[in-house]
């Protein structure tokens, strides 16, 4: 059994997609469905059974589990980057996931941890993934902080060789309807395009970047779950590690990927930052990849970000019967 935290939200429920093109089934998705679209998420993909997160937390604490699983890939999280409620952030983000990885690591589980490039704040250190700079990260808001006191925790306690933590970057693809409005701009410039034939961009706030040319590492989902995967695949690999392309991108790049996608000339308008997200905006990442390239991992199967948009665009946003992951096997080779 692999058990999936998080398995019915964005990036969980695509690793379930890719463990069964691998023929996994027997799997347990632990999430909480709530009154929001993400049941949606699964309706295509097979699994065997669901259990509420804080149920499945109490089953851990009495080492109750129904079986013994062979690995945990913990994407469960609240990952909004606007959220500002602090005590939800460290009670769902820190110490379930401090339980979660001191139930794997004594049970001698493999655990997969999500992690996220907003640990790296505004990018002054840099974005290498070598544990030494990590005390010196100052995350810009309090999602970041909550992820990146989860990485220092497992360093100070000597876990960090015994787990994999993954430091998303810019995360779009399927599956992430349910997100409101922590989609991914390819999902958000989709519905704008549609109805009205234009998107818009923030002007830039930084002297550095013009309008729409901020820059961000843009990884297709699939590619994720993927990486994931081959994780599982190779379980002496453990420590902290960027996921990324390793290559920056602009906005406008984005934009004119999801305008090619729909075959339409690029039209956007540039608006004014919002002040509240003025002072915690990332106007340039990029993952340093070379620790996991350098242990096996081949970047050049990953998606190019005009191939990974026009994939979304035309097998999935394009078919709003159903754009989920397994709607459409001929999309999913």
């Known amino acids: 059994m692999i058990i999936v935290t998080g398995g019915a939200g964005f990036i969980g429920s695509a690793v379930v997609w890719e463990l069964n093109r691998r023929g996994e089934s027997d799997i347990l998705i632990v999430d909480r469905l709530g009154h929001a679209q993400k049941w949606k998420n699964l309706v295509n993909l097979s699994f065997s059974n669901f259990i509420d997160r ?3 937390l109490d089953l851990l604490r009495r080492d109750s589990l129904p079986q013994r699983p062979r690995a945990i890939i913990h994407m469960g999280a609240c990952s909004s980057t606007t959220e500002t409620n602090a005590d939800f952030l460290i009670q769902n983000n820190l110490h379930y996931s401090q339980e979660v990885c001191n139930y794997a690591v004594k049970a001698g589980i493999r655990l997969i941890n999500a992690s996220s490039a907003a640990t790296y704040g505004a990018g002054a250190q ?4 070598e544990q030494s700079g990590l005390p010196c990260l100052r995350p810009l808001n309090m ?3 909550s992820k990146h006191l989860f990485d220092l925790w497992t360093v ?3 876990l960090e060789q015994k787990i994999v933590s993954l430091k998303f970057f810019n995360v779009y693809g399927p599956n992430e309807y349910h997100k409101n409005n922590m989609r991914s701009m390819v999902c958000k410039a989709y519905a704008e395009i549609k109805a009205s034939g ?6 830039s706030n930084h002297p550095d970047f013009g309008d729409g040319a901020q820059m961000r590492d843009f990884i297709y989902v699939k590619d994720c779950a993927r990486t994931i995967c081959w994780l599982l695949d190779n379980p002496e690999i453990c420590g902290i590690f960027n996921l990324g392309t390793g290559r920056a991108r602009t906005w406008n790049d984005l934009a004119a990927a999801v305008f090619a996608s729909m075959d339409l000339p690029a039209a956007i308008d540039y608006i004014d930052m919002p002040e509240t997200l003025a002072g915690q905006y ?3 990442t990029e993952a340093q990849m070379d620790k996991l ?3 096996g991992l081949d970047l050049s199967k990953f998606y190019s970000l005009e191939a990974g948009v026009a994939d979304y665009v035309r097998n999935y946003l394009s078919h709003p019967d159903n754009p989920y992951l397994g709607n459409n096997p001929g999309a999913d080779l």
Not at 126 to 129: L, P, R, V
Not at 198 to 203: A, T
């Open 143 to 145: 999602y970041g902080y």
């Open 54 to 56: 804080d149920d499945f």
């Open 293 to 295: 390239v350098g242990l």
């Open 156 to 158: 100070r306690e000597h």
């Open 198 to 203: 234009r998107i818009k961009l923030f002007k």
């Open 126 to 129: 840099g974005f290498s993934d």
């Open 282 to 284: 990332q106007n340039y």
